[in-house]
């Protein structure tokens, strides 16, 4: 029993290690993010700009279960003009930033340890590393900027949609005045609830650009290995990312 304790906490001790030399590669890599700009711009097109219909999607849904959720939960206790003061806010601190990283955590983080899986078990890593190219450069550096670039738009515009939602219910369902859910949002927005989000967003990006960059290179066993990095991947990003919600919380809010 004591073996297998320490043999865990070598793994866990070896994996952190492990972690913090793909970031210091990472960041040797940094100076050429200039002259690597196409595979930044094209792993932001594949992280982001394809990740719009699905944030479209999940962020109306989002907003529309917000309001039935208050709404349920306020029925007889206060007016449903609280829908335009309590909905947005919420969305914009919180189910915004959190739900648009862990579904990029499945979608993202999952991919990224696919992809570099795939090339690890297919010995594809060896010939770049044959040709003396720097894996971490080519590989990992423009997804983890890339990740961390886009974070904030995909969590504003999914915040933005879920914000549309929540009125459309509001409004549709709900017979809550247009007029009232409007300036109910205009009295409780602050911009600084959008530097939160923008903020928690960076944070999400780089741990799961940063984890599924990770998980990838430590792939073995071909492609069962890939399909079990591809699950642990995603857990690891979900776990973490309430984690660091929780930590930022206590920074920026509490």
């Known amino acids: 029993m004591l073996n297998l304790i320490l043999r865990k906490l070598y793994t866990f001790f070896k994996d952190i290690e492990d972690y913090f030399f793909l970031l210091g590669g990472v960041i040797i890599s940094f100076p050429r993010v200039f002259k690597d700009r196409k595979l930044i711009l094209d792993q932001m097109v594949h992280i982001g700009v394809d990740s719009l219909a699905l944030m479209s999607i999940i962020g109306l849904f989002t907003g529309a279960v917000s309001a039935w959720q208050v709404a349920y939960q306020m029925a007889g206790m206060v007016p449903l003009s609280i829908l335009g003061?309590?909905?947005?806010?919420?969305?914009i601190i919180e189910l915004g930033p959190v739900l648009t990283a862990i579904v990029l955590a499945g979608r993202v983080g999952a991919s990224i340890s696919a992809e570099i899986g795939t090339m690890k078990v297919t010995e594809q890593i060896d010939a770049l590393e044959a040709m003396a190219i720097n894996p971490l450069r080519y590989l990992a550096m423009p997804r983890i900027v890339a990740t961390i670039l886009v974070m904030p738009v995909l969590v504003i515009f999914s915040s933005t949609v879920a914000i549309l939602g929540s009125y459309i219910v509001s409004v549709a369902f709900l017979d809550v005045s247009g007029g009232v859910f409007i300036n109910g949002f205009r009295k409780t927005f602050e911009v600084k609830d959008v530097n939160t989000a923008c903020i928690k967003a960076l944070f999400f990006g780089f741990a799961i650009s940063t984890i599924g960059c990770y998980v990838g290179f430590e792939t073995t066993g071909g492609a069962e290995g890939v399909g079990k990095?591809?699950?642990?991947?995603?857990v690891i990003c979900a776990a973490m990312i309430l984690i660091l919600d929780a930590i930022l919380w206590n920074f920026l809010i509490g």
Do not use: L, M, R, V
């Not at 003061?85 to 969305?91: D, G």
């Open 85 to 91: 003061t309590a909905t947005p806010k919420a969305i």
């Open 229 to 234: 990095s591809t699950i642990k991947s995603f």
